[in-house]
């Protein structure tokens, strides 16, 4: 008995160790990728990713060009080389960055060039920034499925991430502080009719 004691005793720890692990591994907050896309008005970009699930954030911002800290009015001029674009945190235990370029693809027109819908000029162009070799890797195998669908050319770019410079603060969740003129936006701009033209409808 003494023996079976000084056993349970030695091995109480371990468990302890043990529990202690699995309770910390759960209260962990989930770990975030980041993905980085252009497709044109940001706004538009940023309320359908925020209806990904596993997404954890979405900021608009700019990035792609020269101008070190833009404001939207040199960016919208043109001539800094940046791109309206969003920068997606996301869980890649619960959605995959496969999936997020599934989503991308469909909500761009990747035959324009230098243009988006209704907004022309090469800061609406579409362009995945990559963070690694692996974004890269499957970048590249996407646009490569995405091409066989068309017989023109994909004019979406692959370009490694650089400086992400976010967005003036009325421009984050703008479909949600002015979802009338954001509706009214989206629609003027034909960017849903294009996508039906090109995609097919949405599930």
Known sequence: MHKLRHGLWFGLPVWLSFIASAVAQQNEPPKTAIATFAGGCFWCVEADFDKVGGVISTTSGYTGGRTPSPTYEEVSRGGTGHAESVEIGYDPAKVSYEKLLDVFWHDIDPLAKNSQFC??????????????????????????????????PIAT????????????D???????????????????CGRDARLEELWGKKD
């Open 119 to 152: 907004d022309h000029g090469d800061q609406y162009r579409t362009a995945i920034f990559y963070h690694d070799e692996e974004q890269r890797r499957l970048a590249e195998a996407s646009k490569t499925a995405v091409q066989a669908r068309f017989k023109q």
């Open 157 to 168: 770019q692959i370009t490694a991430a650089g400086p992400f410079y976010r967005a003036e």
């Open 170 to 188: 009325y421009h984050q969740d703008y479909y949600l502080k002015n979802p009338i003129r954001y509706k009214f936006y989206r629609f003027n």
